[in-house]
Structure formats: C-alpha cells, structure tokens
C-alpha cells in the first residue's frame, strides 16, 4: 500500500496568513493526489484534485503543488471558515491512501 | 445539483450485520462509481471500497475483505453498503462518495453524503 504522510499534524495560525501543508508518498504517484477539506461535524469536501486542479465552486486562494512524491497545499490568505482539517488522498493505485490529516486552528 | 442522500444512524450489537444506503441525485448514476469512506471518532479517513456504478465491479480494502459487501441498484440510483461481523472497532461515521474516473489514476471523490453513524455496542 501506499502511505502518505502529511506534514505538520496541526498549525496554529492568524486571518490573513499564509499557510502551506506538505503531503508525501511513499513512492511516485505522479499527479494522482487530491485535497479535501473536513470542517466539524460535516463530510469532507474536494479542494484540489490532480494535484493542482481547482474543484469548482472552491476559493482561488487555495491551490496544489507538486509531482511525483511531494506535494504541497497552499492557503494564500486564510480565512475564518478555512479553520478545519485537510487530508490528502492519492489515487495512483489501490487501496486508495489518505493522508493522516493537519487540522488548521486559530493562532 | 448532485447530491448523495445517505441513511439514518443504526446502532448495533457485536457480531451483528449493517446495511447503510446512498441514493445518488442530479447526475446519471450508472456513469461514475460509488467510494465508501469510514471515519472513526475523532479519527482519520478510511478507503473501505468502490463499486462501479455501471457494471457492478468492485474492488476491497484488503483488511475488510470478506466482511463487506458493496452493492448498487441502477433503477433507484442507490448504493449499498453492508457490513457483517461487527465489531466494536467498526463505530464510525460511514460516507460514501461519486467516484470520477473511479479505478484511473484521475479518480477523486465528490461530492461526498452527509454521512451515517454506526454505532456498535453490546
């Protein structure tokens, strides 16, 4: 199986900040690596799929980067209802993984 | 809209069966497929399984094989989840998904049901 591990496990950051979440697999996935969001009580959500593709309907400030084992999801400037946990998925081959999860608090 | 509209929260005892449903809205069901997530309490995201919405192909997460069983009903666009044996370490919160592009290297989750709690306990 392929792991993927994400990097911090939880951040505390301010409105308006930058933040970046590192997503790595244990071995190439190409671009096959996707990005949810998971606020409180509510189902996940579908950021970024491809590694760098902008599911409709999501905010501009969030995008995806990365190939191969690395991979990088960046919030430009973090809003209030962006306070939530993000994991990432890859799709490369079965069983499809998730990352472990970096959950967003306020600073 | 698409929309997945997931069953209401069972709870069973050790050793019991559950069968959890997903009726699909707002898109042709049999062009994608189902993925069925699990998350337990205050846990991370678990691939449990897909089923092809068409065909009826399926593919299991090892560790639950044997114990699942994913099922569709293209007249009703609804998906099956059943889980047998239970076990206490099953308490979770089951989601499923629309699969695009399920069993490609593109495949991605969404949207995704509002999710059913399964709760096991003798």
């Known amino acids: 199986d392929i792991q993927m591990t994400q990097s911090p496990s939880s951040l505390s950051a301010s409105v308006g900040d930058r933040v970046t979440i590192s997503c790595r697999a244990s071995q190439t996935i190409s671009s096959s690596l996707n990005w949810y969001q998971q606020r409180p009580g509510k189902a996940p959500k579908l950021l970024i799929y491809v590694a760098s593709s902008l599911q409709g309907g999501v905010p501009s400030r969030f995008s995806g980067s990365g190939s191969g084992t690395d991979f990088t999801l960046t919030i430009s400037s973090l809003q209030a209802e962006d306070f939530a946990t993000y994991y990432c998925?890859?799709?490369?081959?079965?069983?499809?993984?998730f990352g472990q999860g970096t959950k967003v608090e306020i600073k | 809209q698409v929309q997945l509209v997931q069953s209401g929260a069972e709870v069973k005892k050790p050793g019991a069966s559950v069968k959890v449903s997903c009726k699909a809205s707002g898109y042709t069901f049999s062009n994608n497929g189902i993925t069925w997530v699990r998350q337990a309490p205050g846990q991370g995201l678990e691939w449990m399984g897909w089923?092809?919405?068409?065909?009826?192909?399926?593919?299991?997460a090892q560790k639950l094989q044997g114990r699942v069983t994913l099922t569709t009903d293209t007249s009703t666009s609804t998906a099956y989840l059943e889980v047998r044996s239970l076990r206490s370490d099953d308490t979770a919160f089951y989601y499923c998904a629309r699969d695009q592009f399920g069993g490609g290297h593109n495949a991605r989750f969404d949207p995704w049901g509002q999710g059913t709690l399964v709760t096991v306990s003798s």
């Open positions: 998925q890859q799709s490369y081959s079965n069983p499809r993984t």
């Open positions: 089923i092809n919405g068409y065909n009826g192909d399926t593919n299991y």
